[in-house]
């Protein structure tokens, strides 16, 4: 089992940056591959924004190319994203996403609002 708790969303103005945190409790040794997904409107599927894997291969959707790097703090079992040039279509609910050999994780979501 894997416990997830994100912080870090907020409301931001365009342009602005924010931080999201994702901590791994439990089986976090287990973990093959940590990821953001996000939301943009109810009853939308998840997108993928961001992931990582245990070699650190990153890979991003072409929209957040160039301003959000998601990474790792392996010490800590966090995962990040660094949001920057934030853009009103990047609103929506982030959710922390986790591969692990005991299934799939979610985090409960945290709403991130970018004002033009």
């Known amino acids: 089992q894997v416990q997830l708790v994100e912080s870090g969303g907020g409301l931001v103005q365009a342009g602005g940056s924010l931080r999201l945190s994702c901590a791994a409790s439990g089986s976090a040794s287990s973990i093959n591959r940590m990821g953001w997904y996000r939301r943009q409107a109810p009853g939308e599927q998840r997108e993928l924004v961001a992931d990582i894997n245990r070699s650190s291969r990153r890979n991003y959707a072409e929209s957040v190319k160039g301003r959000f790097t998601i990474y790792k703090d392996n010490a800590k079992n966090t995962l990040y994203l660094q949001m920057n040039s934030l853009k009103p279509e990047d609103t929506a609910v982030y959710y922390c996403?986790?591969?692990?050999?005991?299934?799939?994780?979610w985090g409960q979501g945290t709403q991130v609002t970018v004002s033009s």
């Open positions: 996403n986790v591969e692990s050999v005991f299934g799939d994780y």
